[in-house]
């Protein structure tokens, strides 16, 4: 069953990974509903660790763009150079052009540079001199940005926020799991030994049967109140819009599949709600992006019928 590639790969991942169970698993949900995850923390908790591990694990393609302040938008989709011999101009792909990329402090961009990546992530593929280059499959971007408040960054536009399907913060370890990375070995020698785990058409039939966990109508009806209730909280500047709540049916889906189950459940939804919605919504007052007390307050104001 295509549930099992997912216990493998989350089993795998938690040996190098330490005390982030559920960050993996949610990172996981985010790659088998096909879309693309935003980490949001600080330097040295893990981030850049988790999309080594995955493209490791899963065989992909892997390319690492480190988003400087000078960074063009022709250094990520490629350009066109003109080749005497044949009188034409010829397209060199960019490091876009992988299965896993990992776009290293994304915020660091200029907004010219971060919107190189629209198209990209939204309709895998790049237009460039008229011409529409197809990305690999299966496409998956990881994105890492540095708090707001740092030297140096820009934020990321409504529009850019909007392509990410999720958004995670890994956090300090605990204790326990600091202590074990203290004491073990480095996490960057466990990669290199490690072995693929599942195949990239392995995680191409998770995508595939996750589109098929079953969705009843009774949970569509409490996705749309979910979704009409962030429209008229007078704390919050804008509700979700109906992509947001198809994201939401998505990552839902896709949870539900990693629980071995073939039909999504309420609480499928309450579980990764925070991570879909959390960097689409803002506060009215300030413009700042919501708070997990504010998720919860929507979700217990929502009842399940």
Avoid at 46 to 53: C, P
Avoid at 124 to 130: K, S
Avoid at 159 to 175: A, H, V
Avoid at 229 to 251: H, I, K, M, N, W
């Amino acid at each position: 069953m295509p549930h099992r590639h997912a216990t493998h790969l989350l089993e795998a991942a938690g040996r190098i990974i330490l005390g982030k169970e559920r960050e993996l698993r949610l990172a996981l949900t985010c790659l088998v509903a096909r879309g693309h995850l935003l980490i949001e923390d600080i330097p040295g908790v893990g981030k850049t660790t988790l999309a080594h591990v995955f493209a490791r694990l899963v065989g992909l393609q892997f390319q690492r763009i480190q988003f400087t302040s000078d960074f063009l938008p022709a250094d990520i989709l490629g350009v066109s150079v003109f080749d005497r011999e044949t009188g034409a101009f010829r397209f060199h792909p960019g490091p876009i052009f992988a299965q896993l990329i990992l776009a290293d402090e994304i915020n660091r961009a200029t907004p010219k540079t971060q919107s190189a990546l629209l198209e990209a992530m939204e309709e895998r593929q790049v237009t460039a001199d008229g011409q529409t280059h197809v990305l690999p499959e299966p496409f998956f971007v990881i994105a890492t940005q540095n708090p707001s408040h740092q030297i140096g960054t820009f934020p990321l536009p409504e529009s850019q926020l909007d392509r990410f399907l999720m958004r995670i913060r890994l956090g300090y370890p605990d204790r326990s799991a600091e202590r074990a990375l203290l004491m073990g070995v480095d996490r960057r020698q466990m990669l290199e030994r490690q072995e693929q785990v599942i195949r990239p058409s392995d995680l191409l039939d998770l995508q595939h049967a996750a589109l098929g966990v079953t969705v009843a109508e009774r949970l569509i009806d409490y996705v749309q109140t979910l979704l009409a209730s962030t429209r008229r909280d007078p704390e919050l500047a804008v509700g979700l819009s109906p992509r947001a709540g198809l994201a939401l049916l998505a990552a839902a889906r896709a949870w539900a599949l990693i629980d071995r189950r073939d039909h999504v459940l309420p609480e499928d939804v309450q579980a990764v709600f925070p991570h879909v919605a959390g960097h689409r919504l803002h506060l009215a007052a300030d413009g700042r992006a919501v708070g997990s007390d504010v998720m919860t307050r929507i979700v217990r104001g929502v009842p399940v019928a």
